[in-house]
């Protein structure tokens, strides 16, 4: 059984930084690409960043560019986001995913985690 499950969300400031963490289980981690989306109340899920089965290779959101940053330790089977000068429009669930293939769009991902909750608010 494949899971992803998401860590490290919570409630900070303007300015402040967290770090996600997503655990992938189930399947061989190192032949799967990873992505975070988020979504926000009454919004549509936006691709935030994206990383390539080794991590040779990311994609980045317009949105968050110059401020997060996603890595892969393939030795943990897990995928961090580290979020830096987080605003308060980057308050949203923020979802893990996996796919065969690094992509923006989230109908090419197969596997889903829960989800973590992201407020930034002073």
């Known amino acids: 059984q494949v899971q992803l499950v998401e860590s490290g969300g919570g409630l900070v400031q303007p300015g402040d930084s967290l770090r996600l963490s997503c655990v992938v289980s189930?399947?061989?981690?190192?032949?799967?690409?990873v992505a975070w989306f988020r979504q926000a109340p009454g919004k549509e899920r936006e691709f935030v960043q994206g990383?390539?089965?080794?991590?040779?290779?990311?994609y980045v959101g317009r949105s968050v560019k110059g401020r997060f940053t996603i890595s892969r330790d393939n030795t943990k089977n897990t995928v961090y986001l580290q979020m830096n000068s987080l605003k308060p429009e980057d308050t949203a669930t923020y979802t893990c995913?996996?796919?065969?293939?690094?992509?923006?769009?989230?109908?090419?991902?197969?596997?889903w985690g829960q989800g973590a909750q992201v407020t930034v608010s002073s």
């Open positions: 995913a996996a796919a065969e293939y690094l992509d923006m769009s989230p109908a090419q991902y197969n596997y």
């Open positions: 189930g399947l061989t981690f190192n032949n799967y690409a």
């Open positions: 990383i390539n089965w080794d991590g040779t290779a990311t």
